[in-house]
């Protein structure tokens, strides 16, 4: 099994800025496929962004690209998420989410993921 924990969320105003972490306790962590996810309440969970296993591919959604950067930090077995011009529609529970690596792809679907952790609260006010 792999554990995977985020931290980071909070309250922040709108056009803020907020970084998200995640860790995972794979011990091959190296190999594996990150993703971010968002569910606010009464929606469904959407695919934020996400990285290859070796954290040199990215692919963010169309609502985040240029506001969000992911980073894949393998020597510390972590993810983060750095969010910036933070928008009141951002705010939602977002949810870390690994996968061993059986290509160099990112991947969106949700569905893909194995491992996801407990979700960290972000709010953002206007």
């Known amino acids: 099994q792999v554990t995977v924990v985020e931290s980071g969320g909070g309250l922040v105003q709108a056009g803020g800025s907020l970084k998200l972490s995640c860790t995972a306790s794979?011990?091959?962590?190296?190999?594996?496929?990150m993703g971010w996810f968002r569910q606010a309440p009464g929606k469904e969970r959407e695919f934020v962004g996400g990285?290859?296993?070796?954290?040199?591919?990215?692919l963010y959604a169309d609502s985040v690209k240029g506001r969000f950067t992911i980073s894949k930090n393998n020597r510390e077995s972590s993810v983060y998420l750095q969010m910036d011009s933070l928008k009141p529609e951002d705010t939602a529970v977002y949810y870390c989410?690994?996968?061993?690596?059986?290509?160099?792809?990112?991947?969106?679907?949700?569905?893909?993921?194995?491992?996801w952790g407990q979700g960290t609260q972000v709010t953002v006010s206007a």
């Open positions: 794979a011990h091959t962590f190296g190999t594996y496929v």
């Open positions: 990285t290859n296993w070796n954290g040199r591919d990215t």
């Open positions: 989410a690994a996968m061993p690596a059986l290509d160099n792809l990112v991947h969106v679907r949700a569905n893909e993921y194995r491992y």
